[in-house]
Nanobody, 119 residues
């Protein structure tokens, strides 16, 4: 079983910054992908950014140049630095981790953290 603990959400003014963290724990053999998704009211959950084990990253077009995903492999932790935040970034942000135990694959989701961008 994998347990994800997210932190760092909150209320910020437009143009401000926030940093989200997600720490994974459990009987993890290997983590292949760590990602952040978000879901705004009335919208589907969408991929914001992901980082794979080799370090390659992908971003949604809407956040390129403003958000940066990074990972501390030793701590099984992924971060999302969000700069120049806009009201349209308001959503619940979810951490997602894909990896393996010694004998099975897993996909795990965090509980979500609210990000609100408003003046």
């Amino acid at each position: 079983q994998v347990h994800l603990v997210e932190s760092g959400g909150g209320l910020v003014q437009p143009g401000g910054s926030l940093r989200l963290s997600c720490a994974a724990s459990g009987s993890i053999f290997e983590i292949n992908v760590m990602a952040w998704y978000r879901q705004a009211p009335g919208n589907q959950r969408e991929l914001v950014a992901k980082i794979i084990s080799g370090g390659n990253t992908n971003y949604a077009d809407s956040v390129k140049g403003r958000f940066t995903i990074s990972r501390d492999a030793a701590k099984n932790t992924v971060y999302l630095q969000m700069n120049s935040l806009k009201p349209k970034d308001t959503a619940v942000y979810y951490c997602n981790v894909v990896g393996t135990f010694t004998n099975a694959d897993f996909t795990s989701w965090g509980q979500g953290t609210q990000v609100t961008v408003s003046s």
